[in-house]
């Protein structure tokens, strides 16, 4: 497709990856898609319209971007998938969503000035590593679509306003779409900076974790730990990192989607998201909770599960560049991990106390909570699955896994599990989820604009209506503006 006004034109070259993650993106559509038709969260029928058509329009869009042969067609394709994103979190709030798509424009504007400073230094805009002179606003504008530290600030806010078909979509593969940028601009020179981010935000999410009492605002800060895995992978700045990171993507996907799909059943069945007003889930809904159980074994990489192969061959490709400093913080974030499942599984599955009248169950639709289980159990086998036949099948997958079943591995697969669960069970108190939303940077930058509402406000005071008033203002402008001019004259 050329567009001869920007001298420019829309490239598709697919390749291994791009074709591997095209298939997950309609991967991840259909199965949003089935989960939505049960969740039935969307009470007007404008808001259902306008879902559905983001929902529909996100897989057509994401299936193009990652088949983009060139950076300017990547940008474009991808902030139409943010239109549809922003679409489907309209029905859920609309400043959130106002917020999310001012945000990624934000991110689509930095790659653009990257784009014509890579025009102008090197002549090219093909897909991959670009000049030094461009890298910073690459990495800002794909900073925010992959949240990056400091640029991750809506992503926990968003995921708590967003309906949660739209959670799924948006943790399961819209953030992904930014780490696929993230994987083409890679470099060796990228590496030091890349390690560094990925541990910076695998340890800071699980703590903010910790900390939360919203289901899905603990999600979020996980989205954003476990995007540090991918990141560290990506800093050994070799291709078995660029592999182990393609790979953590994709199971990162499709187990936080089955997670999301977890909480937004609960959140159906007793109107709350609290962990605080939860409890009893396990014996109310045990489909449900043995369906969240794949998710969470998952996302502490327990064996069996795609999460095992997927913090194995990051912890490979740390061990072959010798980051023996990265692997203990990564092993430090999979007890957090495990301390954080333990919380939620406890707190919303397993603690038996008696509901009160606020906490009591909604009424049940069991037709359109199949569907709901329905996805979740496509997205329970697809976590099974990328952990099982990479082992039982070692020609599906390029490289030879059979190595990481060693008991040493396993051993250490384990370890942060074991303690995480063994942690909690001695002091669950000290995880009790409390009544208040921990600060994060979305809080601070909503501190910041205060001062731009007090002159916001002072200016509505006077701007009324009134002629004589303006007057008054013109007169004293022009009085001010000649006393200046004499000044300067003399």
Known sequence: MN???????????????????GAFAIFMTLCSALYAYGYGALAKK???????????????????TVLAADWFSLIIFLELCSISLFLMILAGDVKTA??????????????????SILIRDSGTIALGPVCPSAFPFFLV??????????MHFWLPRTHSMAPTPASVLLSGFAVKMGVYGLIRLSSESTAPLFLYLGLTMAIYGVIQALLQHDMKRLLAFHTFSQLGFVMSALGSGTEAGIMAALFYSLAHGIFKGLLFCSAGVMEKKYDTRDLGLLGRGIRKD??????????ALAITGFPGTSGFLAKSLVKETLKEGHHVLAIQALFLAGIGTALSFSKMAFYGFMKTRPFSGKDMEKEERPREMKYCHAAMLILALGTLALGILPFSLPRSFPMDTRIWLSWG??????????????FFTFLPGLFRPLSIDVPDLYWLFSQLERPFNLLSSVLQQYHNGRLPRYLKFLLAAILIIFLLLIRSDQ
């Open 46 to 64: 404008s808001q259902a319209r306008c879902f559905w058509m983001g929902l529909w329009s996100f897989g057509v869009f994401s299936f193009l």
């Open 286 to 295: 045990p489909v449900t909770f043995a369906l969240f159980l794949v998710g």
């Open 98 to 115: 106002v917020m999310y798509l001012l945000t990624q424009f934000a991110g689509a504007g930095s790659l653009l000035i990257g784009v």
């Open 3 to 21: 567009l001869p006004f920007l001298h420019l034109s829309l490239n598709m070259h697919p390749d291994q990856i791009s074709l591997v993650m």
């Open 141 to 150: 504008g794909l900073g925010l679509k992959a949240a990056l530290p400091v």
């Open 409 to 422: 591995n396993l051993l250490s697969a384990l370890s942060p599990i074991a303690a995480g669960i063994l």
